[in-house]
């Protein structure tokens, strides 16, 4: 099949950096990529503010027109999300299909859902951006012929009228509610078995995927495209203490993500704020790793998830460049490829939880062994011996503040 041809429009405004202006095209250009597409040209331009009617000047759509004409260019894609009278105007312009970022990213959303959660959160999120807009799509709509931005609801379901749409996005979102409820059950039972749960957060493409896979023993997608994974997927892992606990790999974030994407997934991200711990992955070698970390803190905060304990890990450690200076503390420079590096990361997590707990020392019978495999799997064990004199075991180690099995400790 072959690759579609893209052309990237994009207006860089007085108040925007040259970085942040150049990191959000290359980021734009990687997701036309994921998407299945190839980007053949990308045309700026420089204005104090977006216009109205066309997002673009009017010279410059002349320019474009041509040049689509020269290249064979099979989709326009703006850098910015457009008004349904922009887009309108611009595919009467330009005779293309045209989208924005914000579609490119339901787009790819749409490909990779797998679970039926994943599925119906993306359906509810295209369907929710494509209603505003429905005004003035009919002529474009009959034109498509599938191709990057028409994944997921389809044309008829967009042609359809207003009523048609709002009714399938309250019935999603009941549909939604119940699978909500659910993991909500599966939560709280995890809660009730007094199960630690880490959450592996971080920018897309930093390698979560790839750390989650290493640390689980397990073959989730790994793959060096935005948004490899979609849908959380959650393992069991075991210190070298014996200490065990649950390990989620979730959602990449990304700068500028659809505001219906955010609120659509924010059940998807409620993992990250039932965990206890974070792992912060950064792709250690990417020249806007900054800004990168900058927004996955934001939306730490949105989601009132930015007070857990967490480490950063400076993923990619073999591309950093010698003059790497560490934004986040505490942090590990590691290369999810390298077993030591997994092995340092997991020591690395216990050494952080062993400040932050309290200590503990309980001396048991042989016959409780019941009680000595749980606390030997549900706290970090520092020491385990059997006195033969005393016919008991001695076990010392650290245990975290809200365990059911403290009350029985501090008897001790």
């Not at 290249?71 to 045209?98: C, F, K, P, W």
């Amino acid at each position: 099949m072959s690759l579609e041809k893209i052309l990237i429009i994009a207006v860089k405004r007085n108040n925007q950096t040259e970085d942040r202006f150049q990191s959000s095209l290359e980021e734009l250009i990687s997701l036309g990529k994921t998407a299945g597409g190839t980007v053949e040209l990308v045309v700026t331009q420089k204005r104090n503010r977006i216009h109205p009617a066309t997002y673009i000047g009017e010279g410059k759509i002349a320019e474009i027109k041509e040049m689509i004409d020269e290249e064979d260019i099979d989709l326009v894609i703006s850098n910015d999300e457009l008004s349904a009278g922009q887009m309108r105007n611009l595919t009467d312009h330009l005779g293309v299909r045209i989208i924005d970022r914000s579609q490119l990213i339901l787009d790819i959303f749409a490909m990779r859902a797998r679970t039926k959660e994943g599925k119906l959160q993306v359906e509810l999120a295209q369907l929710e951006y494509m209603l505003p807009r429905l005004h003035g799509q009919g002529v474009a709509m009959s034109r498509l012929g599938g191709g990057i931005g028409t994944r997921g609801p389809g044309e008829t379901k967009l042609e359809s009228d207003k009523r048609h749409i709002s009714r399938r996005i309250y019935d999603i979102k009941r549909r939604l509610k119940l699978v909500v409820k659910q993991r909500e059950q599966y939560r709280k039972r995890r809660n009730n078995n007094d199960v630690f749960q880490i959450a592996i957060v971080g920018y897309t493409n930093a390698g979560k995927s790839t750390l989650f896979n290493r640390l689980t023993n397990s073959d989730s997608l790994e793959e060096n495209l935005l948004f490899a994974t979609l849908d959380p997927l959650t393992r069991k892992i075991r210190m070298s203490s014996g200490f065990e606990c649950l390990v989620t790999d979730t959602v990449g974030f990304l700068q500028e993500l659809p505001t219906s994407l955010i609120a659509s997934f924010r059940s998807t991200l409620e993992e990250v704020t039932e965990s206890d711990f974070l792992l912060h992955v950064v792709d250690g070698s990417h020249p806007d790793q900054a800004q990168q970390q900058d927004t996955v803190n934001r939306l730490l905060e949105e989601l009132d998830a930015q007070n857990l304990p967490m480490l950063t890990l400076y993923n990619k450690k073999d591309l950093i460049k010698d003059d790497f200076i560490p934004i986040n503390h505490p942090y590990m420079l590691m290369s999810a490829f390298d077993k030591n590096d997994i092995q340092a990361v997991l020591q690395r997590i216990e050494e952080i939880l062993k400040e932050d707990w309290d200590s503990f020392t309980i001396v048991l019978n042989p016959e409780e062994g019941k009680l000595i495999n749980k606390i030997s799997s549900e706290t970090i064990i520092k020491n385990k011996a059997f006195n033969e004199e005393e016919n008991n075991y001695v076990i010392s180690g650290y245990i975290r503040e809200n365990h059911s099995l403290n009350s029985l400790l501090k008897e001790q």
